[in-house]
């Protein structure tokens, strides 16, 4: 399957009320590859993103994750994908061993396997240090890496990562996006929103841009800079949004 | 549901919260520290004080001229009395003079308008000179009370005297009952010298003498003091100590967008409910069984050094902590399903609030006096419980009240775990945003078909409904049969299927399932009782009920026609009860397979009827006839049978020959031998029910069934 759909989503709307969260969006993720979602605040970023982790149902449209259908099989499609945001918490009366240990547990991965991927984990993110030490003692960049070991625990298939780097350092955002591009590498669909330009430049392969829930550009950064005649990806980025 | 993610979330939800200090606390240690020093602590307070006060000397003042022989009685009864202390001489003067009268007695505690008369006649009082020279010398605790001597009396007449003291001084009411106690005995001592001076019998001038004794057992004395506090105090514990767990786990993880993480999981919203409510549960029963084991060691150590009586065995708490199971569950899961409608923690605690505090105010009431349980109590929630456990300590709990009052808290139980459930299925809440009533209770769905939930909240307005209308409308029995019936059994059914737009043959299985589950209906119909009849062997019915049963039969009242009878207590409930309980109900249950939704269905339908003694044979009735309607996808069958056992009871016992022939042989139930030819008849009837079944399949197959 390189190279193949991994991550697909067709006409999704979502309403909050009377309010159109998000009108007809559409777009792929590959394996292999990093897509940018970019949009200003309220676009509809994280909104989208929800219904894809299967967070949130969509009111109309569907998502596909490695082929299953997010609203006929929930269970299998959510198993495909590893969902991480910049806001997300950890249990704070756990340590991230036992938050890993917990997931793997609702992943249904056998007790031995668990131990032996947290270990892995806790070894390549670099955590052995706090590993074992309550959540609520963590810095925030310590809390982001158990985070993302969270999100990678069950080795999924597609990683979908709202604003991931939101209030870290440069150090710990930069080893954030160091470990994303490690799993693009490993041939992993990768979907990643932000609203920092620099990142989505180092890092995106492809970016959609979404503007008051609807899908403004979309295609590789040389297309998009190309096709708006600016200078740079902020420039085209203000020009898609009509700014 | 999955097992293993359910015990997942329960075990690490366990986990984070025996790391949490508050929540230790508040489970364990206050209970085990609260306790001991609440109530020994104040009782030893409480006795010292006694003890010193019955020891100190009593300072009264004593006005006017003493008889002979007072002022020695007092003195050797420790009181030390100053005559005439604090009495201006004008005030002095006036007393000697006669020109103060007694004051009036107060009314009688049986005169309606006692406590008004009594209010005035204080008013009046607290104005005379006399107590207003007395109020500043009490007040001051120059001394505890005045003891007014009023003249004018011969020597045989009767000497008035008042006592003025301080009601809310605790020194001076005591002095007030021990100045009164002497007067009796100064009383006693004048009559006997009278008597003696009179050449009067002994007892001439008492008259008549009398002693109380309490009847109540020694269990039932101690288990009176507990009563009025543990319900209350187990309930609010109960309340309280899943309350912080639940609005943590809800509102907290929503906070803390923790809750968004678990919703990307592979999990079901179903398993994360019932994990999370399985720990609260948890949580609040450790908290109660410290609680319980606690107050009761306490009380017990208490009355064992007061040496008052025995104490409660743990038989009566271990009864009482398994009363209380169903009221946790009810209130885990409603503040399960309440926490998640808040934003954070904080919004949490202020939505949690006001339900914890409607759950535990009419508890309060339990802890007034003379409030019992009776049958308009055993369906209020928490309530019951309450007044369940008070009923329990002082050993009074009938099986009836206690078999209510579990199934009606447990049906409270299953409808707050039911709404959580249904609130945990909606994401907008999950994920920090609003849903509205309409659509979190689904009436903007357009539903085509009964869901079980729908028929449990049915079950339990039924139950409710019947229990309230029955006992509070004072008709005719014949017309309340009938009435109950229609109005309160069938009424809400047809009126549910008519609000929510439902097909009404296909939702009451209302279809011709040929002749063959008829027939085997009547064999059904007439051989069930005699099965049943087998249950009453093992739990033979108090007479009492069998009387209520007569009665609601109507075979106590000659007036009424049997035509009247056979069509209010054998036809009605063939139709009225089926159409809800089979109909409605057991056709909800359809998806859950035919064990569960024939058991299910046959359990609500005995629980319906109201008495643990019945619950048996009703039961078996209910699995019949369930059997019928699985397999049969109609009513019909059930309503024959139903109405036919219910019709065969009524001929049995109204039918002189019949009934002559119980009473002369003394049969409390039917002979064995007729029970097991009824089994062997009833086994037939629901072989040949079933054999049908494959042609009801295939109509249904063929698309012209009305269940497709």
């Given at each position: 399957m390189t190279n193949g759909v991994r991550l697909a989503c067709d006409g999704l709307v979502k309403h909050f009320g009377a309010v159109k969260a998000v009108d007809g969006i559409s777009f792929e993720v590959h394996s292999g590859e990093i897509v940018g979602l970019l949009g200003p605040n309220g676009a509809g970023k994280t909104t989208v993103l929800r219904m894809l982790a299967g967070i949130l149902t969509p009111d109309a449209g569907e998502v596909r994750a490695c082929g299953f259908d997010m609203k006929t099989s929930p269970l299998e499609a959510k198993r495909q994908i590893g969902f991480l945001s910049g806001d997300t918490q950890l249990y704070?009366?756990?340590t991230p061993r036992e938050v890993l240990l917990y997931f793997g547990e609702l992943f249904e991965m056998p007790a031995a396997q668990r131990k032996q991927r947290a270990a892995e984990l806790i070894g390549s993110l670099d955590m052995q240090s706090f590993a074992d030490r309550p959540c609520e003692t963590l810095s925030a960049g310590q809390k982001q890496r158990a985070n993302i070991a969270r999100a990678f625990l069950h080795n999924p298939e597609i990683l979908i990562l709202d604003?991931?780097?939101?209030?870290?350092?440069i150090l710990s955002g930069r080893f954030i996006v160091d470990a994303i591009r490690a799993q693009r590498d490993s041939g992993k669909a990768v979907l990643f929103s932000t609203h920092i330009m620099s990142e989505a430049e180092y890092l995106c392969d492809r970016i959609v841009m979404i503007h008051q829930g609807r899908k403004a550009e979309e295609g590789a950064q040389a297309e998009i800079i190309g096709r708006s005649g600016a200078h740079n990806l902020t420039d085209a980025f203000l020009r898609a949004i009509g700014e | 549901m999955r097992r293993t993610i359910v015990r997942a979330i329960y075990l690490k939800e366990l986990r984070e919260t025996l790391r949490d200090r508050r929540t230790i606390t508040f489970m364990l240690v206050l209970p085990l520290l609260l306790y001991p020093m609440m109530i020994i602590g104040m009782s030893r307070f409480q006795q010292n004080m006694e003890k010193e006060s019955a020891q100190r000397t009593a300072k009264i003042t004593v006005w006017g001229e003493a008889p002979a022989g007072l002022l020695q009685l007092l003195k050797a009864r420790n009181f030390d009395a100053a005559v005439n202390?604090?009495?201006p001489g004008t005030l002095g003067e006036q007393l000697r003079m006669g020109e103060f009268a007694q004051f009036d007695a107060y009314p009688d505690a049986?005169?309606?308008?006692a406590d008004k008369k009594t209010e005035a006649m204080r008013d009046k009082a607290s104005v005379h000179p006399l107590v207003n020279a007395a109020r500043p010398l009490v007040l001051d605790r120059k001394t505890d009370a005045v003891l007014v001597l009023f003249p004018g009396s011969s020597h045989d007449g009767k000497q008035e005297m008042a006592i003025l003291f301080d009601s809310v001084r605790q020194d001076s009411r005591r002095v007030r009952v021990r100045l009164g106690a002497a007067l009796d005995e100064f009383r006693k001592q004048v009559l006997q010298s009278r008597e003696q001076t009179r050449g009067l019998e002994k007892g001439f001038t008492a008259a008549l003498g009398y002693e109380a004794r309490d009847v109540a057992p020694k269990l039932r004395r101690s288990g009176f003091g507990v009563s009025i506090m543990l319900p209350f105090v187990l309930l609010a514990i109960s309340a309280t100590a899943g309350f912080y767990r639940a609005v943590e786990t809800t509102a907290g993880e929503k906070e803390r967008n923790t809750m968004q993480t678990l919703l990307c999981a592979p999990v079901r919203p179903i398993e994360i409910v019932v994990g999370k409510f399985a720990s609260i549960a948890t949580i609040t029963l450790i908290a109660a069984a410290a609680n319980i084991a606690s107050l009761g060691l306490t009380f017990n150590n208490l009355s064992r050094q007061m040496s008052q009586g025995s104490s409660l065995g743990p038989s009566q708490y271990l009864l009482v902590f398994v009363v209380l199971v169903p009221v946790t569950f009810l209130t885990s899961a409603l503040f399960l399903a309440i926490g998640v409608f808040a934003k954070d923690f904080r919004d949490g605690q202020n939505l949690a609030t006001p339900v914890m505090m409607l759950t535990m105010m009419p508890a309060a009431?339990?802890?007034?006096?003379?409030v019992e349980a009776n049958l308009y109590t055993v369906f209020l929630p928490c309530v019951n419980v309450a007044l369940l456990i008070k009923a329990l300590l002082v050993g009074e709990a009938k099986p009836d009240f206690i078999f209510l009052t579990l199934v009606s808290s447990a049906a409270y139980a299953t409808l707050a775990l039911l709404f959580a459930a249904r609130v945990f299925e909606r994401e907008n809440l999950l994920t920090g945003g609003k849903d509205t009533f309409r659509g979190l209770f689904g009436f903007g769905d357009r539903r085509r078909e009964v869901t079980p939930s729908m028929a449990f909240v049915m079950f339990c307005t039924v139950l409710v409904l019947l229990f309230y209308g029955t006992s509070a409308v004072k008709i005719d029995i014949r017309f309340l049969l009938v009435a109950t019936q229609y109005l309160l059994i069938l009424g809400p059914v047809l009126l549910a299927v008519l609000l929510m737009k439902l097909p009404l043959k296909e939702t009451l299985a209302l279809r011709w399932p040929g002749w063959q589950p008829m027939l085997g209906a009547v064999m059904v119909g007439l051989s069930a009782g005699a099965v049943a009849s087998l249950t009453l062997r093992l739990l033979t019915p108090p007479e009492s009920l069998a009387k209520g049963l007569q009665q609601v039969m109507m075979l106590d009242r000659v007036d009424i026609p049997i035509a009247w009878i056979v069509f209010a207590a054998s036809i009605s409930p063939g139709i009225c009860e089926e159409l809800l309980f089979r109909g409605f109900i057991q056709g909800s249950f359809r998806k859950l397979g035919m064990g569960v939704s024939i058991v299910l269905s046959a359990f609500l339908f005995a629980v319906a009827h109201a008495s643990i003694y019945r619950m048996m044979p009703v039961m078996l009735l209910g699995l019949a006839i369930g059997w019928l309607f699985w397999h049969s996808r109609s009513v019909l069958p059930g309503m024959l049978a139903h109405a036919l056992n219910n019709g065969l009871a009524v001929a049995v016992i109204s039918i002189p020959s019949i009934r002559d022939y119980f009473v002369k042989n003394k049969?409390?139930?039917?002979p064995l031998e007729w029970s097991l030819a009824g089994m062997a008849i009833c086994g037939a009837g629901l072989w040949l029910a079933s054999r049908a079944k494959s042609s009801a399949s295939d109509t249904v197959q063929m698309g012209i069934g009305p269940n497709q």
């Open positions: 704070m009366r756990l604003e991931p780097t939101t209030a870290l350092d | 202390l604090g009495l049986e005169d309606p308008d009431v339990t802890m007034l006096p003379g049969l409390l139930f039917l």
